[in-house]
């Protein structure tokens, strides 16, 4: 454990697929720093939203703006709060207004409705000498715990085989919410000073897991990325090699840092 208080400093980068125009992204991210004077921990997400289903995008963003949020509506991340959360979301979902441009669109809300998958975290005890994460998932987005170089926890523990298939996620069905309660994985760890937690949607999530597995050690790259093009660029990279499959990809990134080198939020 580290001796002295910590802080965190956060970073969230994104790139549309190869193809597509930012503005047709569907993953969604989002992190609050917390405030350590009143105990809030920082809260990061990242939510992937199915392309075939229903305004996936505006699904993901109801989804991160609500486990982010500082009214009391944000969820405690354990299996009982986070059940309740997606009734809630479920319900917020079916009674919003909106217009459907086609009967075909109106089929698909009625019948199957929008889908995402889902990875929150928090991170509890910053400003404190012992500080924890604690996370939450359902799907293929995954969580990397990076010390010295190396991975020293991975949550969910999905391998290589893990990807490329249909995976859970959070519905706008009701009818989906035991399955869900099925599909549900919580995990937590320590953390200490110099740790970080890389959070990815599941193109990216999938190439650390496969090149940690083989030795390839460029997804050390991610703990050093300082500016969207330099992401972008790794990004374009690995599609040009067929190293990561063309899909939307977001990192979330938190750095753990002695308290007296501050909070640094840095928007995509």
């Known amino acids: 454990m580290a001796d002295g208080a910590t802080a965190v400093e956060l970073v969230a980068f994104a790139v549309a697929k190869a193809g597509s125009a930012d503005s047709e992204w569907e993953d969604c ?14 809260r990061l997400v990242v939510v992937d939203g199915a392309t075939e289903a229903y305004d996936a995008i505006h699904w993901a963003g109801q989804l991160v703006d609500s486990f982010l949020a500082p009214d009391g509506r944000a ?3 354990d299996p009982a709060g986070l059940d309740a959360w997606f009734g809630r979301q479920q319900q917020l979902w079916a009674g919003a207004p909106r217009a459907f441009a086609s009967v075909f669109e109106e089929h698909k809300f009625h019948e199957s409705g929008s889908f995402a998958t889902f ?3 928090e991170l509890r005890g910053l400003g404190g000498p012992d ?5 939450a998932a359902i799907g293929d987005a995954v969580l990397f715990q990076e010390r010295d ?12 085989e893990d990807f490329g298939v249909t995976p859970e996620g959070v519905s706008t069905q009701p009818t989906q919410r035991t399955r869900m309660r099925s ?20 193109a990216l999530a999938e190439w650390v897991v496969r090149a940690s597995r083989d030795g390839d050690a460029r997804w050390r790259e991610l703990t050093s990325i300082d500016h969207p093009q330099v992401f972008r660029d ?5 599609r040009g090699a067929d190293d990561v ?16 080198a501050g909070v640094l939020v840095i928007c995509r």
């Open 183 to 202: 599909a549900l994985r919580t995990q937590d760890g320590a953390l200490q000073v110099g740790d970080h937690l890389l959070l990815a949607t599941d």
């Open 119 to 121: 990875l929150g975290c």
């Open 149 to 160: 170089g190396r991975i020293v926890a991975q949550f969910p523990g999905l391998g290589v």
């Open 29 to 42: 991210t989002g992190y609050d720093p917390g405030d350590p004077r009143t105990g809030r921990p920082a």
């Open 245 to 260: 499959r063309n899909d939307d990809v977001t990192l979330l990134r938190a750095h753990v840092t002695p308290a007296e």
């Open 234 to 238: 790794l990004v374009d990279r690995l």
């Open 131 to 135: 500080p924890r994460w604690v996370a």
């Open 75 to 77: 969820p405690t991340l």
